[in-house]
């Protein structure tokens, strides 16, 4: 299997070097970039399959370079924070990143943070693959082009997002909660916080409104235990 691109991304070259040296012992092909700006360039030439980024970068901060890489790319996002409260506050801001890690870490654990995700991804696209594509009223699922559209309209989504959706989609009318959807969309090894599933289900509503404001959202909320789709059933 081909190795997978990683781009890491922080300030200061220490950490950026250790980081490195970590993914180089395990095979990775690792690009560096130490300030926002560089790291857009370099994730639009190289395609990274997944991006390490420290939320605080000169010029263009880690949150706004995560929004425009998810506008432009499907890429993977760990994202590092200086403090444990700075999760909150990226949380509260819808970032979407797939992953959080708090400073010091460990560079085993980041490691092993990675490996989930990529793990977890290639073994999600495998199962999409011999999954059938999903039809509801003007919203149409495809599992194997990983695409979605309303109306019509392509809908954009992060490969998180759409694993999500897809995992709710199956089963109309089943109440997941967070732990489920934790266990069945980020998987087993994930370590982050279940507000996660907040975030990602926030973004997917916004994404998937028709503009018919009349409309109930395709995934709703059971209070006090989790999430819904509720497909063409209004």
Avoid: N
Wanted: with cysteine; aromatic share 6%; net charge negative.
């Amino acid at each position: 299997m081909e190795a997978a691109t990683i781009l890491v991304v922080d300030d200061e070259q220490p950490i950026v070097d250790l980081v490195a040296s970590y993914l180089d012992a395990e095979g990775f092909v690792v690009h560096r970039a130490f300030d926002g700006v560089s790291a857009l360039s370099l994730a639009r030439a190289v395609r990274p399959d997944l991006v390490i980024l420290d939320v605080m970068l000169p010029g263009v901060d880690g949150v706004e370079v995560c929004r425009r890489l998810h506008q432009e790319t499907s890429v993977y996002v760990l994202m590092l924070t200086a403090r444990t409260d700075e999760v909150d506050k990226l949380i509260g801001l819808s970032v979407g990143a797939d992953d959080y890690l708090t400073k010091p870490f460990s560079p085993r654990e980041l490691v092993a943070r990675v490996k989930a995700i990529l793990r977890r991804s290639r073994t999600q696209q495998e199962k999409m693959v011999e999954r059938p594509a999903l039809q509801f009223g003007s919203l149409s699922i495809d599992p194997e082009r990983r695409e979605v559209k309303r109306r019509g309209v392509m809908v954009e989504l992060t490969p998180r997002e759409f694993d999500l959706l897809y995992a709710l989609a199956s089963y109309p009318g089943r109440v997941f909660t967070r732990d489920e959807l934790l266990q069945r969309v980020w998987g087993p090894d994930f370590a982050g916080i279940d507000r996660v599933v907040d975030v990602h289900v926030g973004t997917l509503r916004r994404k998937l409104e028709d503009g018919t404001q009349a409309d109930l959202p395709l995934v709703q909320t059971v209070r006090g235990v989790g999430y819904k789709f509720v497909g063409g059933q209004r």
